[in-house]
């Protein structure tokens, strides 16, 4: 039973216009989010994280958006860049563990 | 301060053996988690160490055992490897409590054959 999850395994996109990332999860215990990137040969490194009482919080070049109604959280990165180019991965937190969804591959073209 | 590292980054192993992969995390945590990535899966939560004792446990088979010691160094231990076994394995070290920042280390590449 996948908890979290990441429907889309790829997205491209042009540098320079967003990159809109989707995660939805079905576990209601879940109350931090977080966003993960990963590049291949690397460990996945932290980007940015929500708290289940915030609906948004920005960092920079990135936002993460909660709607908790819907069970959705997405990660918007504006203006997008080449380096941008990884899998990210969602991961929802209840008082036990972190879970994480399966991926998306997201390519920014030049 | 030096990040998480895991040992060896990459191992390959016949069906049956079995496989010890280490965790040492960050300086000052005490708890040591353990996933498991595979094309499609995503990383599967294996359980998580502190101070010496398993804390949470994921949905794997008795073969994967793990042990903490007393300087937080963490062991992964596979036993009667399966083909199906052959995955990036990650730790992530975090202080344990409330504070959420897990750090990964960049895994060991397990190929069984």
């Known amino acids: 039973d996948q908890q979290v999850k990441q429907n889309s395994p790829s997205l491209s996109v042009q540098e320079g216009r967003i990159s809109i990332l989707n995660c939805d999860y079905t576990?209601?215990?879940?109350?931090?989010f977080l966003w993960y990137k990963k590049y291949p040969a690397e460990g996945p490194t932290f980007l940015i994280s929500?708290?289940?009482?915030?609906d948004k919080n920005e960092d920079g070049r990135f936002t993460v958006f909660l709607n908790k109604s819907a069970k959705h959280l997405s990660l918007h990165i504006v203006p997008s860049q080449p380096g941008d180019s990884a899998v990210y991965f969602c991961a929802a937190k209840d008082w036990e563990k972190l879970t994480f969804g399966t991926g998306t591959r997201l390519t920014i073209i030049p | 301060k030096a990040g998480v590292t895991q040992t060896p980054r990459y191992l390959i192993k016949t069906r049956g053996q079995q496989v010890t992969l280490s965790c040492s995390p960050i300086s000052g945590h005490r708890s040591v988690s353990w996933y498991q990535q595979t094309p499609g899966q995503g990383l599967q939560f294996l359980f998580e160490y502190f101070s010496e004792t398993q804390r949470n446990k994921g949905n794997f088979p008795g073969r994967f055992s793990g042990r903490q010691f007393s300087n937080s160094r963490s062991e992964m231990n596979v036993s009667t490897l399966e083909l199906g076994d052959s995955a990036l394995y990650l730790c992530?070290?975090?202080?344990?409590?409330?504070?959420?920042?897990?750090?990964f280390g960049s895994g060991t590449r397990l190929t069984v054959v």
């Open positions: 576990n209601s215990m879940f109350d931090y």
């Open positions: 992530a070290s975090s202080l344990g409590t409330e504070d959420y920042g897990y750090t």
């Open positions: 929500i708290s289940s009482i915030k």
